[in-house]
C-alpha cells in the first residue's frame, strides 16, 4: 500500500523500493522559505534570556523556546529527506486521505541506528528489511549564505534490503518472527560498511559497498561483453575505471544461525572489534565476527528447573571502552555488570545494580513497571542509562546502590496501570539514548510523543513526532500531558493520549545533535539548528 | 479508559493473555509470559487474603476447629446468626501488616450490615508477604471482604474439583525432553499426597512459596497452585503435543486456578491438623497471632 501524503516526510510505504531511482531535486521553494524562516528565528536567537528564563515563560507558540540544554537555547527542527518532496511533484495527484491511517504492518519500523559516523542511518522493520539512509554531503549555496556550514542534515535512501525472511522451526514447531529487533553497525575499516542485524533466532551480518565505477576497455570483450573478433583488434589498450551510476551493493556476508533458544533481544559490538554478544532472554553468547559455528555462552540464567525462573535478560551492552566489561539488565529491574577476566562463564556478576523497591508503591504490576527495557553506556563509559515502564534512570558504574538520577517519563499512567495491562500497552518496551556529550538523555513515550532530559539541570521536555505538526524545517514546539494545575493552551488530557501511537524506537547521531525518531511506520528525523555540533562541556 | 482493578478480573485478564500467547506469531514471550505470570500472582495473593479474611470473619475464634467441619456449609448469610461484638477484641491485634495489594481491590461496596463490617475490619490478616507493612484505611478492609460473588466461584470450583486429573506434556526446548506430568494432585481425592507429580521438587524453602504462604495447608496449595501455573506456562511453551485443542487448555487452566481456591475448604483432614496449637506455632506470622489472642 503505497502512502503519498501531501506533505513531505519520511514515510516508510513500499514507496522505498524505489527510491533510489528518484532523482534528488534542489528544491528550492523550500530554501526560500526555509531562509525567510531562519531571519525570524535570528531575531529571536539575538534576545539574551537564559534558558531557565525560557522555560519559566508561558505560552508555547510555533516559535517559542525550549531546551534546557547546556548551550541554552536548543530549537529541534525538522529536517527530511528530501526525496519525499521530489516524488509529490512527480505523482499524480491520488486522494489518499482516507488510507492515511492505514499501515502495513511490515512497515512498522523496529529499530534505528546510526553508525559511528553519523553518516549512515540504518532503519529495521517488522517486514524484515532493512532501508539504510545516508546524510547529504554537498553544502547549499544559501546554506553557507546563513552562516550554516558542513552537512545538511539531511538524509536519503541509500539502500533497502531484506535481511530476514519469515522462518519456520521444524522441530519446535515454532514460527520464527522476521522483524528485525536490532541493528548494529561495525566501526567502519575499509570503504565498505558493515553491519549486524538480528530477528529472533538468526544474527545476519551484511557488507554494505558503493559501486561507482567499473573498467572499460578491455581488449577481447566490447562494451557489451561479447567477444570481438580477433582481426579487429590493432592495438593493445588498458581498459580504465570510468564513473557511473552510483550503485550500492548489500551482500550477506556471515549468518550466526542455532545460537539460541529464546529470542534474542539485544546485538552488541565489542570495541575490539572482533567480537560481539547476542542476548536472548536467558543467555547470552559472544561470537567471533568471522566464526559462524560457534559461539561462546558466557551467561546463563536459565534455572534448572524452569519452574523456578524469576527473571529474564532484557538487553546487555558491552563497555564501549573496556572489550571486556558488559552489562546486561533483568526483568526484575536490575543490572549486572559482568567481567569476562573473571571466569569463563559470566553467570556470577562483577557488580549488581539495584534499587531497593519502595514497598509503598507496590501494586499489581510492580514487577511490570520495573521491568528494564534497554540499558545503554554512556559514550565516556562512565554511566548506564536504563529505561522501565515509567521511569529512566542514569547510573554510576562506581555505585551499585542505587541510580545517581531517575527521571519520570510519564508518570500519569501510573494510576492507568490497569487499563494499560489490559490492552498490552504495559508490555511496550521502550528505548533510551545518550546525546552525543552525555548531557541530555532521550526517551519515547506515547501520543507520538518523546522526551528529553538536560542531566545538568534535570528538567525535561516533551516533543511530537506528528506529520501534522513536523512541517519540513518546521520548529518543533514542546507539548504537555495535563496532570493539574493551570491548563496551558495546547495541553493533552491524559485521558486523550493515543496508546496507539508510541515511540519505542529512536538514535541519536554519535556526534551532532540530530536525532532519529520512529513513529509507527515512519521515521522522522530532527536537527537542533543552533547548536548543530554538540558543545563540549 | 478506567478498568476494575478487581483481583478476579485480573487473574482472568492473565489467563486470557497466556491462553492468547500460545497461538500468536513468533512463539511464547517468555519474558512476557513471566511478567503476567507476577501479575496472576499477586492477583492470587489479594484474592486468597480475601478468602481468609471472609473465612474467618464468619467464625469465632475459639471455634476454629468446628470451622474446619462448617467449612463445607460455608455459607456468608450466615453472618446474621454470629455475634460479631464478642470477637472484635479478640482479633484486634490480627490487623497488623497490611499490604497494600489490599488497596487497587478494596473499591468494591456492597451492602452488609454493620456488625459484619466491625467484624471484618478487624479480622483482615496479617499477612507475613515481603511487600506490605503499610496499614490500610479500615474503610478499606471494609469493602475487602464484601465479596459476593466467591460463593458462586466456590461452588463452580469444587464442582470442577471433582474433574479428572489431567495430563500435561511439557517438552524442554533446550533439552528437548519431553515429560508427561500429573495434574492430579490438585484433585481432591490427591490433595493430601505430597506433590511429587512429573519434575516438581516442592522444597518449602522457597523463596516464592514463602511469599505466599500463610500457613502451611496454603502453602501447600500455593506450591501446588504454583507448580501448576508453571507448568500450565510451560505447556504453553510445548509444541509437542499437536493433540492439544484450545479449549481443553483453557478448561485446565481454569480447573487448576479453581482448585487452588477452593482446595482450603475441601480438605478437611489437613485444617483440622493445622488447627492444632503445635501447627499453628511453627506458621508465618500471620498465625502467630492468632494464636496469641
Known amino acids: 500500500m503505497t502512502r503519498k501524503p501531501a506533505w513531505a516526510h519520511c514515510s516508510r510505504g513500499r514507496t522505498h523500493t524505489h527510491a533510489c531511482t528518484h532523482t534528488r531535486k534542489d528544491s528550492s521553494s523550500s530554501s526560500s522559505s526555509s531562509s525567510s524562516r531562519r531571519t525570524a528565528f535570528s531575531t529571536l536567537t539575538s534576545s539574551t534570556s537564559p534558558a531557565l528564563a525560557a522555560w519559566a515563560e508561558p505560552g508555547w507558540g510555533e516559535r517559542a523556546r525550549f531546551g534546557p540544554f547546556p548551550s541554552g537555547r536548543a530549537r529541534w527542527r525538522v529536517t527530511l529527506p528530501r526525496l519525499q518532496m521530489g516524488e509529490d511533484a512527480e505523482s499524480p495527484k491520488i486522494n489518499h486521505t482516507f488510507l492515511r491511517d492505514y499501515v502495513t504492518e511490515a512497515d512498522v519500523i523496529s529499530t534505528v541506528e546510526f553508525n559511528q559516523t553519523g553518516d549512515l542511518l540504518a532503519t529495521g522493520d517488522k517486514g524484515g528489511r532493512v532501508v539504510i539512509f545516508q546524510r547529504e554531503t554537498e553544502s547549499k549555496g544559501e546554506s553557507e549564505e546563513a552562516g550554516e556550514t558542513g552537512d545538511s542534515g539531511e538524509y536519503n535512501v541509500y539502500s533497502t534490503f531484506q535481511s530476514h525472511e519469515p522462518d ?113 532472554d536467558l543467555r547470552i553468547n559472544m561470537w567471533h565476527l568471522g566464526i ?7 551467561v546463563d540464567i536459565k534455572p534448572a528447573n524452569m519452574e523456578d525462573l524469576t527473571e529474564v535478560i532484557t538487553a546487555a551492552e558491552f563497555h564501549p571502552h573496556h572489550c571486556h566489561l558488559f552489562v546486561y539488565s533483568s526483568s526484575k529491574g536490575t543490572l549486572r555488570l559482568c567481567d569476562m577476566r573473571a571466569s569463563a562463564l559470566c553467570d556470577k556478576h562483577t557488580k549488581l545494580f539495584e534499587e531497593p523497591e519502595d514497598p509503598g508503591s507496590r501494586s499489581f504490576f510492580s514487577e511490570i513497571i520495573s521491568s528494564v527495557s534497554d540499558v545503554k553506556f554512556s559514550h565516556s563509559g562512565r554511566y548506564l542509562l536504563t529505561r522501565d515502564y515509567l521511569t529512566a534512570k542514569v547510573w554510576d558504574l562506581n555505585m551499585d546502590k542505587g541510580p545517581v538520577e531517575t527521571y519520570q517519563v510519564h508518570e500519569y499512567l501510573r494510576s492507568k496501570l490497569c487499563s494499560l495491562y489490559e490492552n498490552d500497552c504495559i508490555f511496550d518496551k521502550f528505548e533510551c539514548v545518550w546525546n ?3 548531557s541530555v538523555i532521550m526517551t519515547g513515550a506515547y501520543n507520538s510523543f518523546f522526551r528529553m532530559f538536560d542531566r545538568e539541570t534535570g528538567r525535561g521536555v516533551t516533543l511530537e513526532a506528528w506529520r501534522e505538526s513536523s512541517k519540513p524545517r518546521a520548529v518543533l514546539r514542546t507539548r504537555r500531558v495535563y496532570t493539574g494545575g493551570k491548563r496551558r493552551r495546547g495541553d493533552v488530557g491524559v485521558d486523550s493520549l493515543d496508546f496507539t501511537k508510541k515511540i519505542l524506537h529512536m538514535a541519536w547521531h554519535p556526534s551532532e545533535n540530530i536525532i532519529a525518531i520512529a513513529a509507527t511506520n515512519n521515521l522522522y528525523i530532527f536537527q537542533d539548528r543552533v547548536n548543530p555540533e554538540t558543545q563540549t562541556q | 479508559m478506567e478498568c476494575a482493578v478487581d483481583a478476579q478480573s485480573l487473574i482472568s485478564i492473565s489467563l486470557m493473555k497466556i491462553h492468547n500467547s500460545r497461538t500468536q506469531r513468533g512463539g511464547i514471550k517468555l519474558h512476557k509470559n513471566l511478567l503476567v505470570s507476577y501479575v496472576l500472582r499477586n492477583a492470587r495473593q489479594v484474592y486468597i487474603k480475601e478468602k481468609y479474611a471472609e473465612i474467618y470473619r464468619m467464625q469465632q475464634y475459639e471455634e476454629v476447629m468446628t470451622v474446619c467441619n462448617e467449612i463445607q456449609e460455608l455459607n456468608p448469610l450466615d453472618l446474621d446468626a454470629e455475634d460479631a461484638d464478642n470477637e472484635e477484641q479478640a482479633r484486634a491485634a490480627c490487623c497488623g501488616e497490611e499490604t497494600s495489594l489490599c488497596d487497587p481491590a478494596c473499591h468494591r461496596g456492597a451492602a452488609q450490615s454493620a456488625a459484619h463490617v466491625r467484624t471484618a475490619s478487624t479480622l483482615l490478616g496479617c499477612s507475613p508477604f515481603e511487600d506490605g507493612s503499610k496499614e490500610a484505611e479500615p474503610s478499606d478492609y471494609r469493602s475487602c471482604c464484601m465479596e459476593a460473588s466467591p460463593v458462586s466461584h466456590f461452588d463452580q470450583f469444587s464442582a470442577d474439583n471433582n474433574r479428572h486429573c489431567n495430563k500435561t506434556t511439557v517438552l524442554d526446548l533446550d533439552t528437548h525432553v519431553v515429560t508427561t506430568v500429573e495434574n492430579g494432585y490438585l484433585h481432591q481425592d490427591c490433595c493430601c499426597n505430597p506433590p511429587q507429580c512429573g519434575q516438581e521438587a516442592q522444597s518449602p524453602g522457597k523463596k516464592r512459596k514463602v511469599e505466599f504462604g500463610c500457613c502451611i495447608s496454603d502453602m501447600e496449595e500455593i506450591s501446588d497452585f504454583t507448580a501448576a501455573r508453571k507448568r500450565a506456562k510451560r505447556e504453553d511453551c510445548s509444541y509437542s503435543n499437536p493433540d492439544y485443542t484450545d479449549t481443553s487448555n483453557i478448561s485446565n487452566l481454569i480447573s487448576i486456578f479453581g482448585s487452588g481456591f477452593s482446595g482450603l475448604l475441601s480438605r478437611q483432614a489437613d485444617l483440622e491438623q493445622i488447627c492444632s496449637k503445635q501447627a499453628l506455632a511453627s506458621l508465618g506470622a500471620w498465625t502467630r497471632a492468632i494464636v496469641a489472642f
Open chain 1, 436 to 438: 552525543s556529550s552525555d
Open chain 1, 168 to 280: 519456520f522451526d521444524y522441530l519446535k514447531s515454532l514460527e520464527i518472527e522476521e522483524k528485525i529487533n536490532k541493528i548494529k553497525w561495525l566501526p567502519q575499516q575499509n570503504a565498505a560498511h558493515f553491519l549486524l542485524s538480528t530477528n529472533d533466532k538468526t544474527i545476519k551480518l551484511w557488507k554494505v559497498s558503493e559501486r561507482d565505477k567499473r573498467p572499460e576497455g578491455y581488449n577481447l570483450k566490447d562494451e557489451e561483453g561479447r567477444l570481438k573478433d580477433i582481426s579487429t583488434i590493432t592495438s593493445l589498450q588498458v581498459p580504465v575505471l570510468k564513473p557511473t551510476d552510483l550503485m550500492v551493493e548489500v551482500r550477506p556476508r556471515r549468518v550466526f544461525a542455532n545460537g539460541h533458544t529464546y529470542h534474542v533481544n539485544s546485538i552488541s559490538v565489542n570495541s575490539d572489534g572482533e567480537t560481539y554478544l547476542s542476548a536472548d
Open chain 1, 292 to 298: 559462524t559455528d560457534r559461539s561462546f555462552n558466557i
